[in-house]
């Protein structure tokens, strides 16, 4: 029989790779089979690992495989990918267990045929140094020069990232930057908190979580982030309080460039699931309108229900299709379309999207945030300000459509922000750029417009 963490971990891989979820979401269906916190974070590890590390699994299964890759069934190869994390990077899981339930699991799918296949690759794998045949990291020349395609070689095989989104960060960077970048994204990421200042301080929710066993260190970046270094706060009974929400920390810094201020009237385009809108309306001290903007059903009930648990009265939620003419007039004095774009500045947190995103998703994704951001700019007020924010790392979704909008004779200008931002975030543009190599935060882009008049 196989291990319910295994059987999991599995069906998290198939649910994503066959594109029916992400990672987050096959995760929180595959956990409800296990009962055992022990069990559901072995799957999640595992399944997270195997997305990870999915490049290097596959280069070295290939080297022990008497099939090519691309001609094993899909479900077979999920379940190599599972088994060949454990073998290669879960100490802890002997490699007999994994090898043996790989072999169970192969049957219990119905693909018993397969089964002496996945016993013999896997003893393969196991019983050769696997590791040392990963492309090593390249070594500068005599020139300083670095030969590209090992570079290339190493960030996509060994580093275990698309060759496209490496071979980009290579260009535009450098290696020395490049092998940052790759190493912060193959990193567990902390969980950081946003503390929502409607309902307490930071003081005091860490003095709360500290009574929880809850262990916080203030965020680098914003007075109003606590890093997890012990405990699990969404455990404890303050998670449904709304007193914090989890966010990631350069997710925080776009809430900040908002900065608006008490009384003022604020559209968030984009809004769901609510964790920047509920850091606007913390800045405005809940006094003034903010609009809080979806439009799928589901994502429009979850934000409706996060601003109700986190205390926000000022906001209305409102469903409607950001990337047509809205239906407001131009009287907003700020406006933030958080865009919907690739992710592929949130790897480290989602490791799915690395394989997920491809570069042809690129033209089509600029599209609709370049009418996003049109539509946004309709309504806002004379000497209103326009924030543009992606968690996205490439220019086609970040630059390039902010200078679409303006080269389109759009009455606005870049313009510094003026909210609670390190200046050594923000580009010579005046725009918020967190790079991982330099940062150790994810890749986020925010402009800040200002219309002109008023």
């Known amino acids: 029989m196989t291990a319910p963490a295994r059987a999991a971990a599995y069906r998290v891989l198939r649910d994503v790779h066959s594109g029916r979820f992400d990672l987050a979401t096959a995760q929180a269906r595959a956990m409800r089979s296990l009962d055992d916190p022990r069990d559901r974070a072995l799957a999640a590890e595992i399944a997270s690992g195997a997305l990870r590390w999915r490049a290097r699994i596959d280069h070295l299964l290939a080297r022990v495989s008497s099939r090519r890759l691309d001609r094993i069934d899909p479900e077979v190869l999920d379940i190599l990918r599972a088994a060949g994390h454990q073998i290669l990077h879960l100490e802890r899981v002997p490699d007999h267990a994994a090898v043996d339930d790989a072999v169970a699991l192969t049957r219990s799918v119905r693909k018993t045929s397969a089964a002496g296949f996945v016993n013999a690759v896997l003893r393969g794998l196991a019983d050769r140094p696997a590791l040392a045949a990963l492309p090593a990291r390249p070594a500068a020349s005599g020139t300083g020069a670095i030969d590209r395609e090992r570079a290339l070689a190493y960030l996509s095989i060994t580093r275990s990232h698309p060759r496209w989104l490496v071979e980009r960060w290579l260009d535009r960077y450098g290696f020395e930057a490049a092998d940052r970048w790759t190493a912060f994204n193959n990193e567990p990421a902390p969980v950081t908190l946003r503390v929502n200042t409607l309902k307490t301080s930071v003081e005091t929710l860490t003095a709360q979580l500290a009574e929880r066993g809850v262990t916080v260190a203030p965020g680098r970046w914003s007075s109003r982030t606590l890093v997890v270094r012990q405990g699990n706060p969404l455990a404890t009974d303050l998670a449904g309080q709304g007193l914090f929400l989890a966010q990631d920390a350069a997710s925080q810094l776009v809430a ?141 979704e970040n630059e390039l459509v902010v200078e679409r909008l303006l080269a389109g004779g759009a009455p606005f200008a870049r313009e510094r922000p003026a909210g609670d931002v390190p200046a050594q975030l923000i580009d010579d543009q005046g725009q918020l750029r967190t790079l991982p190599h330099r940062d150790a935060l994810e890749a986020f882009f925010a402009a800040v417009l200002r219309r002109r008049g008023g």
Do not use: H, N
């Open 256 to 396: 900040e460039l908002v900065a608006a201020r008490p009384g003022q009237r604020v559209l968030d385009a984009c809004a769901a699931p609510g964790g920047k809108t509920v850091a606007i309306a913390g800045g405005m001290a809940d006094r003034g309108l903010l609009v809080a903007a979806d439009l799928r059903p589901a994502r429009v009930a979850l934000l409706a229900r996060i601003l109700a648990d986190c205390g926000c009265r000022s906001a209305r939620v409102v469903r409607l299709d950001a990337g047509k003419t809205l239906p407001f007039d131009p009287v907003f004095d700020r406006v933030l379309v958080d865009a919907p774009c690739s992710g592929v500045g949130t790897i480290r947190r989602d490791p799915d999207i690395r394989w997920r995103c491809a570069p042809g998703d690129l033209p089509a994704l600029a599209t609709t945030q370049a009418a996003l951001l049109r539509a946004a700019a309709a309504v806002v007020a004379p000497g209103g300000r326009l924030i543009y924010a992606t968690c996205s790392s490439e220019p086609e």
